[in-house]
């Protein structure tokens, strides 16, 4: 069709002359840290395998064991006969990791909150979100048709004062935030918000893509603060430290339930590949079983920062931020002629102006590679080191 390839055209010019057009680009990773592109290896300090487990042993075996007797596709939607056996042994794993009832897995962590967040609430109700919250947690609210209202991020003072002025003109009310987020690095205050989610009948859900696995020893923003904070719905995915692709919900019983008789998502979408599950629940074993494994990535960045002049991390996420696409642009490729590959983040995945290099640090890297990549950024891109943050 004439106008629909000329419409394309139209809109990837205008995104080319804003810096905002994004490539795919063949990426080879022949382990978890080193990345073979155009032909080059680079050392990847951009992977969300944090705990270098897509390529662990124990994983591919777990998986190629599943093919075998399973086949490689799931078939059916679950609810038809898509639910193969490792389903529940994975959800009871996962129920078990982060001290909830039950759990319920869904095809990814994107589909997993388009699904949950409309199965909750709707029109009538409200839905309070930290302002950085992942893009799925902000399609999932806006497609349940609820109130939704943005909070400064992780101000407590402002959701405290926005529950105590608009709950009470509300049948339900979900809080919804990410665990660790994934761009900045940084926590969500877990206990303040579920204290005033309790108090004010209100539900909060985290998504805690970046937090299981690497912080609260391997359970995740729940676990990080000392103890074990009550959060009635903590949503995750198994594509990133868990090594695999999937995504859940660690929730009761009860609401458990509904959603595997509610969400459109994991009603009407495929189940998981038999190997995928399979290899989710190697990983969650040896997440359990190995502190020192899931201590690493934040071992790992507390060294770079220490390295480079900027302040303690609190996950394995470590943002330089760089204001204009086209510096961040520019700071990707120095660090790519250097032998490092750190993927450039611009908006919209982050607010205008705020366009950054987003280092992420992995159990598996080298000692000698997160050093030397601390002296070029502290050399090479000194003076944006010392505006970070
Ligand atoms: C990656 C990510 C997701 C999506 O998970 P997938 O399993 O990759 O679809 C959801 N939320 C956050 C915060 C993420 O970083």
């Known amino acids: 069709m004439k106008s629909l390839d000329e419409f394309a055209s139209r809109k990837l010019a205008q995104l080319e002359e804003q810096g905002l057009r994004r490539v795919l680009v063949e990426t080879d990773r ?21 705990l ?8 591919k075996k777990a998986a190629r064991k599943a093919i075998e007797r399973y086949g490689v596709g799931a078939g059916a939607s679950r609810l038809i006969t898509g639910n193969h056996p490792l389903f529940r042994e994975l959800e009871l794993r996962l129920a078990a990791l982060k001290g909830t009832e039950d759990a319920v897995v869904f095809g990814s962590g994107y589909l997993a909150n388009l699904g949950i967040v409309p199965a909750l609430v709707g029109k009538g109700d409200l839905i309070v979100a930290d302002e950085l919250c992942h893009a799925c947690l902000l399609a999932g609210s806006r497609l349940s048709g609820a109130d939704e209202v943005r909070f400064p991020h992780n101000d407590v003072e402002a959701v405290a004062s926005l529950l105590r002025g608009q709950r009470a003109g509300y049948r339900r009310c979900l809080v919804l935030t990410d665990g660790v987020f994934s761009m900045d690095g940084d926590l969500a205050p877990v206990p303040a918000l579920a204290r005033l989610a309790a108090e004010n009948d209100a539900w909060l859900m985290t998504d805690d893509a970046h937090g299981v696995g690497v912080v609260g020893n391997g359970r995740g923003s729940s676990y990080a603060f000392g103890g074990r904070v009550d959060v009635p719905l903590q949503m995750g995915t198994l594509s990133k430290a868990i090594g695999s692709y999937g995504g859940y919900l660690c929730t009761s019983k009860k609401v458990a339930d509904l959603i595997r008789t509610r969400a459109r998502t994991l009603i009407y979408a495929t189940g998981l590949p038999p190997a995928s599950a399979a290899a989710a629940i190697a990983a969650i074993d040896l997440i359990r079983s190995d502190r020192d494994l899931t201590g690493a990535p934040v071992a790992k960045a507390a060294a770079f920062c220490n390295g480079v002049g900027l302040p303690d991390p609190v996950s394995p996420i470590v943002p330089l931020h760089l204001g204009t696409a086209d ?5 990707s490729a120095l660090l790519e002629a250097e032998g490092f590959l750190v993927t450039a983040i611009r908006p919209p995945t982050v607010p205008d102006g705020t366009a950054r290099l987003r280092f992420t640090f992995t159990a598996t890297h080298h000692e000698e590679d997160v050093a030397r990549l601390a002296a070029v950024v502290r050399g090479k891109l000194g003076v944006e080191a010392g505006a970070a943050q």
Not at 34 to 49: H, I, K, P, T, Y
Not at 327 to 331: E, K, P
């Open 52 to 59: 270098g487990l897509t390529h662990h042993p124990d994983l």
């Open 327 to 331: 510096r961040a642009m520019a700071a």
């Open 30 to 50: 022949h382990d978890s840290v080193r990345v073979a592109r155009n032909g080059r290896e680079l050392v990847s300090f951009c992977c969300n395998d944090y």
